[in-house]
Nanobody, 115 residues
Framework: QVQLVESGGGLVQPGGSLRLSCAAS????????MGWYRQAPGKQRELVAM???????NYAESVKGRFTISRGNAKNTVYLQMNNLKPDDTAVYYC?????????WGQGNQVTVSS
């Protein structure tokens, strides 16, 4: 069983920055993909950013140029650096890990962008 523990959310003003962290109980380089998803009230969960085993990244169009997904040197942590945050970024953010056909989720972390 893979456990994912998220941290780093909170309240920030528009234009501000936050960094989310996802600590995994296994080495994340063994995952096919690691990603961040988000779900706003009344909306479906959507992919925000993903990084593959070989380091390829992809982003939702709405966050390109503002968000960056990366893996930590500790080899079991993935980050989401979020810059120039907008009110539309307000959501619960979830870390995701895919190992073959198995998929795991973090508990979710609230990010609120408001003045």
């Amino acid at each position: 069983q893979v456990q994912l523990v998220e941290s780093g959310g909170g309240l920030v003003q528009p234009g501000g920055s936050l960094r989310l962290s996802c600590a995994a109980s296994v080495r994340i380089f063994s995952a096919n993909t690691m990603g961040w998803y988000r779900q706003a009230p009344g909306k479906q969960r959507e992919l925000v950013a993903m990084i593959t085993r070989d380091g390829t990244t992809n982003y939702a169009e709405s966050v390109k140029g503002r968000f960056t997904i990366s893996r930590g040197n500790a080899k079991n942590t993935v980050y989401l650096q979020m810059n120039n945050l907008k009110p539309d970024d307000t959501a619960v953010y979830y870390c995701n890990a895919a190992f073959g056909t198995a998929e795991y989720w973090g508990q979710g972390n609230q990010v609120t962008v408001s003045s």
